[in-house]
């Protein structure tokens, strides 16, 4: 069932996510390698194409980090190979210095730069809109509504990027790229291309103010195409009393809420799929249809502001027209954007009173009181869990205010009671070691207190090697904590260079994290998170050291040690050793430790292990000051 | 017709593999289908959504809009409890798994865990119809608790209104599970299907 989303006829209806439609649509345009580096919402488009890699003609690769990846694919734009790169927004930060060089370089081969931005941040760190960067670095932005678009769109990126020879960007969304629909596939084209670097060529940035002309020259060119697209449209009345003007997945919500509201007579919906640049002649054609104008967009007023620029280089002959939108603060500016924010907007423009508002007033009422938030936690068996343990006890044994500069990954959750809150900073991708680095020489300065950095494996190769280089150079006094779980777990078990397999299946030298702090002539420790007394130990003696020291906890991460076959232990809470609330330990493993796998039985009063959850890891065995944690 | 089904839980349910079910299930069936998920710390024990929309003319929008759901099937009680002001209207049919995962907060005893007949009394006042069934229990004696999910959508296409019955469920299983493990698949179906039709319990 899974290859047909690879077959090689077209006309077929088939069930896909928006970031299969991604993938699949990059296959019917020919593209030959694609590279990427793994983040929600973005990762599924580069697991797809190494499945496809299994019986089709191209290279799949999860690159180190997202700037190696985009100038990897760009090689084999380079030399004649149409390619892809695919990564969430916070990656389009890192690969911009090289796109903003690109850029005016120019490209061969169709290349495409896929963004898929995550509004609200509901998997990230951070909330933002990548489409800046195809405006900063000047180059065509393409963003589909829906998954057949996602599809059929990447067909133009591909044929826009080789005529004017320059990268083109594709943004999605979270709502686009982990929406599941059904699509129509096309035909997959035979793979004729052989990869060749014609050596009369040459890709690079000088002279600097000539390429610059020359990227905005290409630029103008894709404005030309755009205005003709089919996948701006309008549609609605002649000359509605709106015209709500939206890009991306929102356009559906908002099709939908005009519906609901039977405003079809009132309101027109110019939809624009090509947002950079932005399709003049056409826009001001319908901008004379009305005179207000809705934006609805996420996540920046990209739209709203570029647009309202454009109008005011016509507003002579257009006349004078209000904009609503996140300026206006009729839309928000923070946030995933809901079919309700859009129906109470358009109600409220409207003067109409939602008829569902009063049953939802009322089970708002029955409801609000006794339903609490659910918190985050690390799964059951998971090895953070035991680490953070070690790391707050040893902390705590050391007691001079020690604290824990955190980085990206499920062990970002270490700044909540999960990880009892051991976690003081989170910012990139390797930032946490940078701070590490400024700690480290803080001591001139009369700063004593001791700072445990925490990276993840796929973290440490992204981008912690070159700051812990740093510490190195500059002796600055920095313990890292690698937290070695053997896989990018966060976004879903991704192979990475110290795993050892490739995303295509090839096996692979895995690069050693212990050798590779060894050849900088680093101290090293490794223990594991499982043995949590061992582990604190080791903690505590590496705390009272000096210089840069590396501490490597390593213990698979439990989604894979369940799937490799599991737990060693049934756990059981004893009820005779257990002594509930007179214990005196104010219910230690429920109130502190915080597993998923261990409850409270409200009727005995007692500890006990809910056997839906528990896994059966046995390191809580440890906490219980009674021993009543058993395993079996 | 348009469709509205909203599976709702906690991550590691199965959430998301029970929503592609029905939505593999729909396309077969040549229905135009859109779901939209949100999984994002879903492995971390944070709730799970999935919107199953199934139309037999154009295409529609990833999420439901407000009060628009017509079924919620709830795998976990709180969960289901929680999204009822968003998504319910009083003809809304609730199918709701007995067994709480209780998050973490709870099980500290910060904040307390809604009453099982608290909610039970919330969704029968304020819906169509609540059936309650102990899908998790059954699962656990037919097997792994993970079939829980498996009863749910036996449950669910035993509900006159909703487009799709168990036969559909049962042709499309053989796409998706190795052959070992459909005939487990089939028999919680076939569970979950029973639940409804001889139980019928609810409190209206």
């Known amino acids: 069932m899974m290859n047909t989303i690879f077959q090689k006829n077209g006309g077929v209806r088939l069930l896909l996510q928006g970031n299969e439609a991604i993938a699949r649509g990059a296959l019917e345009s020919g593209v030959m390698f694609c590279a990427g580096y793994p983040g929600n919402p973005s990762s599924e488009i580069i697991e797809t194409l190494a499945e496809a890699a299994k019986t089709l003609p191209l290279y799949v690769e999860w690159s180190v980090n997202e700037k190696v990846a985009i100038e990897a694919a760009t090689a084999a734009s380079f030399a004649g190979c149409r390619a892809l790169v695919s990564m969430k927004q916070n990656g389009v930060n890192v690969a911009s210095d090289f796109l903003t060089n690109l850029t005016l370089s120019g490209t061969h081969a169709g290349i495409v730069l896929i963004t898929c931005d995550d509004p609200s941040g509901i998997s990230s760190t951070n909330e933002e809109d990548a489409r800046w960067f195809a405006k900063l670095a000047d180059i065509p932005l393409l963003e589909p509504a829906t998954p057949q678009e996602a599809l059929d769109m990447m067909r133009m990126a591909f044929d826009l990027s080789e005529q004017i020879k320059n990268i083109v960007m594709f943004r999605s969304v979270s709502r686009l790229s982990h929406t599941r629909s059904d699509v129509v596939i096309h035909h997959l084209p035979e793979i004729s291309s052989r990869a060749f670097f014609n050596i009369r060529q040459s890709f690079h940035t000088f002279p600097v103010v000539a390429k610059h002309k020359q990227r905005h020259e290409k630029l103008n060119q894709a404005g030309d195409q755009f205005e003709i697209s089919e ?67 996420e996540v920046d007023p990209f739209l709203e502001e570029n647009i309202q620029v454009l109008y005011a280089t016509a507003a002579g002959q257009l006349g004078i027209k209000t904009f609503f939108g996140k300026s206006s603060g009729h839309i928000p500016f923070c946030g995933e954007l809901t079919p309700s924010i859009v129906l109470d907007c358009l109600a409220s423009l409207f003067n109409i009173k939602r008829p569902e508002i009063q049953f939802q007033t009322h089970a ?44 990206i990954g499920c062990y970002t959750m270490g700044i909540w009671p999960t990880g009892f809150n051991q976690v003081k900073s989170v910012h990139a991708m390797g930032s946490g070691m940078g701070l590490a680095c400024g700690y480290g020489k803080l001591d001139r300065f009369g700063f004593q207190q001791p700072v445990i950095t925490v990276c993840g494996d796929s973290t440490f190769f992204h981008a912690a090697i070159p700051a812990l280089i740093n510490a190195k150079f500059n002796q600055a006094d920095a313990f890292l904590v690698v937290l070695d779980n053997n896989a990018t777990a966060m976004t879903g078990f991704q192979p990475h260079p110290g795993t050892s397999h490739t995303v295509m299946g090839n096996k692979t030298e895995p690069v050693d994290i212990e050798a590779i702090c060894r050849a900088m002539n680093i101290p090293v420790s490794v223990a594991d998170p499982y043995e949590m007394l061992e582990t604190t130990k080791v903690v505590y003696r590496m705390l009272q050291e000096c210089g840069v020291r590396v501490l490597i906890l390593r213990r698979k991460c439990a ?66 000051p009674q021993q009543a944690i058993i395993r079996l | 017709m348009l469709f509205n089904l909203i599976i709702t839980g906690v991550g590691g349910q199965g959430n998301v593999l029970a929503s592609q079910i029905v939505g593999r299930t729909a396309v077969k069936k040549g229905m135009r289908v859109t779901i939209g998920e949100t999984f994002g710390l879903s492995q971390r024990g944070g709730p799970v959504m999935s919107h199953i929309r199934l139309s037999d003319h154009g295409q529609t929008g990833p999420l439901i809009p407000p009060c628009g759901a017509h079924i919620i099937l709830g795998l976990e009680p709180m969960e289901t409890l929680r999204i009822v002001p968003s998504y319910g209207n009083q003809h809304t049919i609730y199918i709701v798994n007995s067994r709480p995962i209780y998050p973490l907060n709870v099980i500290a005893g910060e904040v307390v865990y809604p009453d099982l007949q608290t909610i039970q009394n919330v969704l029968t006042t304020i819906s169509g119809r609540l059936y309650w069934i102990e899908a998790t229990k059954h699962a656990l004696q037919l097997g792994p608790a993970i079939l829980m999910n498996m009863i749910m959508l036996g449950a669910l296409c035993a509900i006159d209104s909703f487009p799709l019955n168990r036969k559909d469920f049962d042709a499309v299983l053989p796409d998706i599970f190795p052959a070992t493990k459909c005939k487990l698949n089939h028999e919680a179906l076939a569970i979950g299907e029973r639940l409804i039709q001889s139980d019928r319990i609810s409190f209206d």
């Open chain 1, 231 to 297: 996948y701006n449209t309008y549609t609605g009345p002649e000359h509605p009393e709106l015209i709500v003007i939206t890009s991306g997945c929102v356009y559906m919500y908002v099709k939908e809420a005009i519906d609901m509201l039977h405003l079809n007579e009132n309101i027109g919906i110019l939809k624009i799929a090509t947002t950079w640049p932005l399709p003049k002649a056409f826009i001001i054609k319908h901008l004379q249809r009305s005179n207000r104008f809705l934006f609805v967009e």
């Open chain 1, 559 to 624: 989604l894979i040690q369940n799937k490799e076959g599991g737990f060693p232990y049934t756990m059981k809470v004893d009820i005779h050793r257990c002594r509930g609330e007179s214990c005196g330990c104010n219910r230690y493993c429920n109130r502190i430790f915080r597993c998923p796998g261990l409850i409270w039985d409200e009727n005995a009063k007692k500890a006990l292990i809910d056997e839906v959850i528990c896994v059966g890891c046995g390191i809580c065995a440890e906490i219980c």
């Open chain 1, 364 to 407: 708002l009422t029955l409801i609000q009181d006794i339903t609490p938030l659910r918190e985050f936690g690390f799964c059951p068996g998971c090895p953070h869990r035991g680490s953070y343990y070690a790391i707050k006890t040893a902390l705590l044994w050391d007691n001079r205010d020690g604290f824990v500069s955190g980085d």
